[in-house]
Each structure stands twice: as structure tokens, then as C-alpha cells.
């Protein structure tokens, strides 16, 4: 070290601490660049051919009746629509169906609930899922909702995966069924 020149204060606490690093993978530019590759727009009555059509691929069974039921529910009954579609080449290549809560089971704050989310499998990895529910959070971010639930089969480790990757994490609740009809 030359006389002049001043001692370096490793220890020092450095003057962007606090503030968010975009170039952690743990931060929302993965989410931004995702939203920016794939055209997300709003659910349409016209999209239930393709929903249909997805969620068929992924589940190996035709729900049209629960997704004629479903649309009807977001697109009519619902006061705020958020469920949104994913494009490729101009047609649906995923889907998100999602309701905003203003409260139950006590509960006033607001919260998102998504039913149910598809990509089609022949698109899957390519970022469709992520862009989807990265448009969603915006959204639901400007409504002022806090939080989105959604819940799936304990052992759906993909699934699981997908949503822990994006900020889901277990919730401190437990849901309880009980079987009618029977003892």
C-alpha cells in the first residue's frame, strides 16, 4: 500500500445493502423475463376447446363439463376476472383459472385462490407456467391481494416443484374431509 492511498474497510458495511440484487436467481427478473416471452392475456369464452383440450393431455381424462362449469364461474359469476391464458403461435398453450376471496372461514384479508393450472405438455419447460403465474402476482399485486393459495395431491412432486420454484410454500393449515354417505 503507497503513503497516500487509504486504508480499504472490508468490514464496512456496503452502501447497497438493503437493496434488492436483480441478479440473484432468487429475484423476480426470471419471473419478468418469462412474462416477456410469452404472450399472456385474459381467459376467453372462446379458450374452452383448448383448456379442454390441455388439461386432456395432462390428466389422461375429458373434464368438460367441470371446465364449462369453471368458465361460467370466472367469466360470469366472478366480479374481477384473473384467470389468463398463455399463447403460442397465437394459440393456447396454458391456462390458469383463478378467483380473488374477500374472506372466509373468518378470514377478511383478500386472497387468490387458483383451481386449476395447465400447460400443455408438449410446451412444458419452455417458461409458459412461469410467465403465467408471474402475470397473475402483477395482477393480483395491483388489486392489493396479499396472497394466492392453491393446493395439490401431497405426492405431485412435480407440481410441487413447479410451485415451490414460484414462492409457493406449505401453509400452516390442514384441510379436513370427511366421506358422507357411509360410516
Known sequence: MKANEPEMDFNRQRMDAGMPDYSDSDGDDIDALSRDRVPVRSLREG???????????????????????????VLGESGIRVSLVAEVDGRAGGFVMARVDYGEFGRTEPAAVIDTLGVDPGLGHHGLGAALLSQLFVNLSALGVEAARTSTNWDDFELLGFLEHNGFRPAQQIVLVKALGGD
Open 47 to 73: 379458450d374452452l376447446d383448448a383448456l379442454v383440450r390441455i388439461d386432456a393431455k395432462l390428466t389422461g381424462h375429458e373434464r368438460r363439463a367441470y371446465f364449462d362449469s369453471k368458465m361460467r364461474e
